[in-house]
């Protein structure tokens, strides 16, 4: 039987897919809590510790990509989380932020806090002179970040850091901070997760500023979506359902850094190829041809990591769990 996709098959398989990489994300998270136990004597039952969870360390990874660019070393203690971080990047610069709209976990879950919100009619639009100042705070974090790590580290700061007994548990201590937060955080995580379902995309549109660098770097990418002016009806079906809360229809050809390649407003158009997506020296090219990169080149980085040896970190086990037992001794450096 031969399948054949839609414009309108988008969003489903947009789904199809965030809800693999979401699965996947759980089942890596169960496995890491497994280990975590055992590393930390909750436990006598032994457990492998999964390399993606790494993926939840962007900030250790950005140090680990200044070291890597100053002093060709890879990181030996979380390289998937680098390889992630990466791919992240090389999606951002080629296939606008492509992690952000078909990959990204968190991304999934802000994207259905929007939908749930719009289902039970909470979710309110935020006027334009609140939504331009919250938008900067994502910019203002990667700029903190970006400055304490890429301008103020130097390479013997970096690499103190790659090999600090902090380090060594700053995945254990992610989870525990959701384990055991404080009154303080805990309260600011319930904050935010019930405003998700009131304002459209919140920790995605004002607060990552993983994606906020991605965007940047998606300003240079070659993909970008077109209008055709003569064909549209002003409907704004496209801008109703844009995670980015584009303004596409003031727009004849979208490359805001805002935009995450997700094709959803390809597939609320009524008018045929009145968007569509092109590359420079092209008119068009089949929508579909932009997911299938997306995922096929973030794959690509995970068999190279894998081939070459940059997936599994090469401290052991045993190395793991006489720092894990350490946690609360062990403060940022």
């Not at 399948?3 to 098959?9: D, E, G, V």
């Not at 789904?15 to 136990?37: D, E, N, R, V």
């Not at 013997?156 to 525990?176: C, G, P, R, V, W």
């Not at 805002?258 to 008018?271: K, V």
Request: aromatic share 12%; charged share 15%.
């Amino acid at each position: 039987m031969k399948l054949s996709l839609k414009i309108n098959h988008i969003p489903g398989l947009r789904l199809s897919i965030q809800s693999l990489f979401a699965f996947f994300c759980l089942i890596t998270g169960l496995q890491f809590y497994q280990f975590y136990l055992w590393a930390t004597n909750a436990s006598a039952q032994i457990a492998v510790r999964p390399p993606a969870v790494e993926a939840f360390l962007p900030l250790g990874a950005l140090v680990s990509l200044k070291r890597l660019l100053l002093s060709g070393e890879y990181d030996t203690i979380h390289p998937a989380g680098l390889t992630i971080f990466l791919a992240a990047l090389f999606l951002g610069l080629f296939l606008r932020k492509g992690f952000c709209g078909w990959i990204c976990p968190i991304g999934f879950a802000s994207n259905l806090a929007e939908k749930t919100g719009r289902k039970l009619h909470i979710l309110q639009a935020i006027p334009s002179w609140i939504d331009l100042p919250l938008l900067s705070l994502k910019y203002l974090l990667l700029a903190t970040f970006s400055w304490l790590i890429l301008w103020k580290m130097n390479l013997q700061e970096l690499t103190s850091f790659h090999y600090s007994s902090y380090n060594m548990i700053s995945d254990a201590k992610m989870l525990h901070f959701f384990l055991e937060p404080s009154r303080l955080a805990g309260s600011i995580m319930l904050i935010l997760l019930f405003l998700s379902f009131i304002v459209k995309n919140l920790w995605c549109r004002y607060l990552c500023p993983h994606g906020a660098l991605l965007g940047l770097l998606a300003t240079l990418s070659p993909f970008q979506i077109k209008r055709d002016q003569t064909l549209c009806i002003n409907c704004k079906n496209c801008e109703t359902v844009c995670p980015a809360s584009i303004e596409i229809t003031a727009k004849e050809s979208v490359r805001n850094c805002e935009c995450i390649g997700c094709l959803e407003c390809l597939a609320a158009c009524p008018q045929k190829e009145c968007l569509q997506v092109t590359l420079p020296g092209k008119s068009a090219v089949q929508p579909f041809l932009l997911p299938v990169l997306i995922i096929g080149f973030f794959l690509l980085f995970w068999l190279l990591a894998r081939i070459t040896g940059h997936w599994q970190s090469q401290i052991t086990a045993e190395t793991f769990h006489h720092f894990y037992q350490q946690l609360e001794s062990i403060g940022h450096p």
